[in-house]
């Protein structure tokens, strides 16, 4: 399938990444290096039916408290997008500086 997806729709970015996966309750922490990018965190609260919605939004917020994410940028978007982003910003400015440093997503 990936060939056939390559081929008909082409690469527009690849994106080399380890994760490391943690569960707590039921929120997934996903501990992502990105090469050419830095480090990223990445919390999935999974919806259970034994919880409401009020009690799924109050254990994402505990997890983002309890691992001090409140104090970095939420960054939206995927990966493959920064890397475009910064892929654009690096033809422009020739001199190439960082353009995120260990950025973390919520």
């Known amino acids: 399938i990936k060939f056939i997806l390559r081929m008909r729709y082409g690469t527009k970015v690849i994106v080399k990444k380890t ?26 609260t999974v919806i259970h039916e034994e919880l409401n919605d009020a009690e799924h939004t109050e254990e994402h917020a505990e997890m983002k408290s309890l691992l001090s994410l409140d ?36």
């Open 71 to 106: 104090q970095y940028p939420t960054i939206a978007g995927s990966y493959s997008d920064l890397i475009e982003n910064k892929n654009r910003k690096n033809r422009v400015k020739k001199w190439g500086h960082r353009l995120i440093k260990n950025p973390v997503v919520k």
């Open 19 to 44: 994760r490391d996966l943690y569960l707590h309750k039921h929120t997934r922490i996903h501990l992502d290096t990105v090469a050419d990018l830095g480090m990223f965190i990445e919390l999935e």
